[in-house]
């Protein structure tokens, strides 16, 4: 919490402009936010090395390893381009990010698996874990993304690999993840259990625990 707090006022002292700048950008910015052309990096410790040689990810449902594919592997699967505006619980927003990877629908349909249950969990290499409702990673919504502006996703931002949910808050972006896990009931992640909300609608500003 403090780390991302002081990291947020750092930031306001430097290249943010607020959304009066620009009426016509002011409905893609929610609730207590202000665009920056920056690309903070906030991550809860070091950031852990993964050589491609190296990166797995894993489908499992509950316990069980469905499906486990390798950095050539996971290449061979459908690529699909999105350019999304991200937004930072911090109240950063950046416009038109540009990311390229595999749909977490890609994933699916390669593992041949139709969603079990309505609730996953992404876990990453560092032992962050985060939750994102089903419904938020299919049909386009979501993506496990290798490029970032066109270029490897570097390791400060999350590469070789991160989740990439737009639509929520970004620390439901997973950086460095290596698997996706279906679970019986919603169980909260790592900043989740730590004060910051269970879904995460920016639009709502459901930033900590208990907001509406
Ligand atoms: N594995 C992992 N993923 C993570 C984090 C982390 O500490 N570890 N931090 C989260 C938070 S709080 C945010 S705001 C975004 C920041 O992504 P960025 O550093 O690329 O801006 O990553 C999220 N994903
Ligand atoms: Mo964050």
């Known amino acids: 919490m403090l780390r991302l707090r002081l990291e947020a006022i750092d930031m306001a002292t430097r290249g943010f402009f607020g959304r009066q700048q620009d009426p016509a950008l002011a409905n893609r910015i929610p609730p207590g936010q202000a665009l920056t052309k920056d690309f903070p990096v906030l991550s809860a410790g070091p950031t852990p090395r993964i050589e491609t040689v190296q990166w797995k990810f894993t489908l499992k449902i509950g316990p069980k390893p469905v499906k486990v594919w390798g950095w050539d592997q996971f290449h061979e699967l459908p690529q699909t381009k999105l350019t999304r505006d991200i937004h930072c619980v911090t109240t950063w927003s950046k416009l038109d990010t540009a ?66 949910v737009p639509h929520l808050y970004f620390w439901k972006s997973a950086k460095w993840v290596n698997a996706l896990q279906f679970t019986e009931k919603d169980e909260l992640g790592f900043w989740e259990l730590r004060g910051y909300h269970a879904y995460g609608d920016p639009w709502r500003e459901q930033r900590y625990t208990g907001d509406p």
Request: no cysteine.
């Open 99 to 164: 990311w390229q990877g595999v749909l977490i629908d890609d994933i699916l349909a390669d593992a041949g698996v139709e969603p079990p249950t309505g609730y996953t969990l992404a876990h990453s290499y560092d032992g962050y874990s985060t939750n994102v409702p089903t419904a938020d990673l299919i049909a386009g919504k979501a993506m496990i993304a290798t490029l970032y502006e066109g270029k490897p996703l570097p390791p400060d931002h999350g590469g070789p690999a991160r989740l990439l």
